[in-house]
């Protein structure tokens, strides 16, 4: 099924979205940092015969505004209930990978009347974390912009599937192929986390809760405990031999955890 396009305007920042349409419950899909809607397309395509898949490109990121003024915390929940509301997305599934599944995380804490259930994949509440924006930044310069070609920025990112799914969100300009974002927004979305951890909002989230996690250690195992001490009624498990893209490296094991959660709903 192919996917049309929506745009959202909510205060002068335009967010774009990748709508697969579909029957039943609808599902936003939220990516992480320096990520774009485009990584959903795999999971997006086993999902849509069954559930309306809507794929976000977040502020700062793919298609969407390039540099707003606002990259709080708050700012990204807000895009999100502006998204539902424009295009009729009642009680949305929210999906989110790392900071993705952070927004998702805030947005169901802050409007539980809004999400019908939550789905993490490599997140959590976090921080505080003062070294993650210097850390990212030296990530990002280490990319040898721009990239001749889509095949090595693959290469460069990672190979496979996941190296293709970060190359898909490059664009064409200026002798090469570029990131669609611009480091120092990356580096500032990041500054309340490095500030502090969200365990208050995490204490607030009534909806169900699936929380999948890879071999990565980006969400370390004390945090997960805690998260399950703290909401014992979350639903969690863990995908071995898979990495933080997660998402990208195994969407038919990803697929299969979430429909089994998603019809559990019922």
């Known amino acids: 099924m192919a996917w049309s396009e929506h745009v959202v305007v ?26 774009h809607a485009g990584e959903w397309d795999a999971l997006a395509r086993h999902l849509s015969p069954r559930y309306r898949v809507v794929a976000v490109d977040q502020r700062g990121h793919g298609a969407s505004e390039r540099r707003p003024r606002d990259l709080s915390r708050a700012a990204h929940v807000a895009d999100v209930v502006a998204v539902a509301d424009r295009l009729g997305l009642r009680r949305p599934v929210l999906v989110g990978q790392s900071l993705g599944g952070h927004t998702a995380l805030l947005t169901a804490a802050a409007h539980p009347a809004l999400v019908r259930a939550l789905v993490l994949v490599e997140a959590g509440p976090g921080g505080p974390n003062p070294d993650g924006p210097a850390d990212i930044g030296a990530w990002l310069d280490s990319w040898p912009t721009p990239f001749p070609s889509r095949e090595a920025a693959a290469a460069f990112l990672g190979g496979g599937p996941v190296g293709a799914g970060w190359a898909a969100g ?97």
């Open 170 to 266: 490059l664009e064409e300009r200026e002798g090469g192929w570029w990131p669609r974002f611009d480091r120092d927004v990356m580096v500032r979305a990041l500054a309340e986390n490095a500030r502090r951890s969200f365990w208050h909002e995490w204490g607030q989230i009534t909806c169900p809760t699936l929380v999948v996690l890879a071999q990565s250690g980006f969400v370390p195992a004390q945090e997960a405990d805690e998260m399950l001490g703290r909401r014992p009624d979350t639903v969690a498990l863990s995908i071995p031999g898979t990495g933080h893209d997660l998402h990208l490296e195994q969407p038919g094991i990803l697929h299969a955890a979430l429909s089994e959660f998603l019809q559990g709903l019922a």
């Open 10 to 35: 909510r205060d002068g920042v335009r967010l774009v979205c990748r709508d697969r349409g579909g029957p039943g419950q609808p599902l936003v899909l939220l990516h992480g940092l320096a990520g």
